[in-house]
């Protein structure tokens, strides 16, 4: 843990994890950039998560202090899907512990499929969805379908969490919210709150590489809030645009990588 890491490898490690925070303020899937990163430096897969969850996690909180005047959502939602978030977190990152690295690399490329095929398409799946419950007799309100949702991204979150904030975009469409400025603030909160409560069994299990983990933190941080800071500026259809090809060029790698 406490291993010599050539400077090479702290300039490589701290600038993709840079770029991993401005992409991750802006679309998600930072962790496509930092984790194989890891990997390439020498770190063995279930520690090279571990230490990219934590580095990642304070990047995301610098991200959402940048769009803290976007995260105007109801305070009912943001408390109930926080702690969903929580939960499904813990649950992630302890089943994480618990499975193969083979595994979880098997199964990378087709998550992340559905979730840019569920982004891309995220429209008329909300028209459809709205005319749907129009015509259900149930009683059960839509923010019970969301937060079933959001606890198994929390729960994928806390397993490995590349694309995790491209499944949040995804899934915040169907809360109504149009502007993905306002999105991009509550994906930056949701992602905090997952991220960070999975921190705490990677410590008890002693996977974390502090070393790594403090020198991305700080490159993480400085691209997320830039980037989130300018993002807020731009035309929010460009943004979805930048959000769809990212999106594509990181499920098309995994597959051919894989």
Same mark, same amino acid.
């Given at each position: ?12 490690? @701290? %600038?993709?994890? /840079?770029?991993?925070?401005?992409? $991750? ?23 090279? $998560? ?6 990642? !996690?304070?990047?995301?909180?610098? &991200? ?20 969903? &978030? ?5 649950? %992630? ?25 569920? /982004?891309? @398409?995220?429209? *008329?799946?909300?028209? !459809?969805?709205? /005319? ?9 309100? *839509? ?15 806390? @397993?490995?969490?590349? %694309? ?14 149009? $502007? ?23 410590? /008890?299990?002693?996977?974390?590489? !502090? ?24 035309? *929010?259809?460009?943004?979805?645009? @930048? ?16």
């Amino acid at each position: 843990m406490a291993e010599y890491l050539p400077i090479i490898h702290s300039v490589f490690l @701290f %600038g993709t994890a /840079f770029i991993a925070g401005a992409l $991750n303020a802006v679309a998600g899937g930072g962790s496509f950039i930092t984790f194989p990163t890891l990997i390439f430096t020498g770190v063995e897969p279930i520690a090279a $998560n571990a230490t990219n969850n934590t580095a990642l !996690w304070v990047a995301s909180i610098a &991200s959402a202090g940048a769009y803290r005047h976007n995260l105007n959502i109801p305070r009912r939602e943001m408390v109930l899907l926080c702690g969903t &978030s929580l939960v499904g977190g813990v649950i %992630g990152s302890v089943i994480l512990l618990y499975t193969s690295a083979d595994l979880f690399k098997k199964l990378l490329p087709y998550l992340l499929l559905s979730a840019t095929l569920i /982004f891309t @398409f995220s429209e *008329p799946l909300k028209k !459809w969805l709205q /005319f749907q419950s129009k015509k259900s007799i149930s009683e059960s309100p *839509p923010l019970f379908i969301l937060l079933l949702t959001q606890l198994a991204i929390a729960i994928y979150g806390g @397993f490995f969490g590349a %694309g995790l904030g491209i499944l949040m975009l995804a899934t915040l469409t169907f809360l109504g919210i149009k $502007n993905i400025h306002s999105m991009n603030a509550f994906k930056a909160f949701l992602g905090s709150c997952i991220n960070g409560i999975a921190i705490i069994p990677f410590i /008890f299990a002693g996977v974390i590489l !502090w070393h790594q983990a403090v020198l991305m933190a700080v490159g993480g941080s400085l691209g997320g809030y830039l980037c989130a800071h300018y993002a807020r500026r731009l035309d *929010p259809r460009l943004i979805r645009i @930048f959000v769809i090809v990212v999106a594509s060029g990181m499920t098309t790698y995994f597959f051919i990588r894989g």
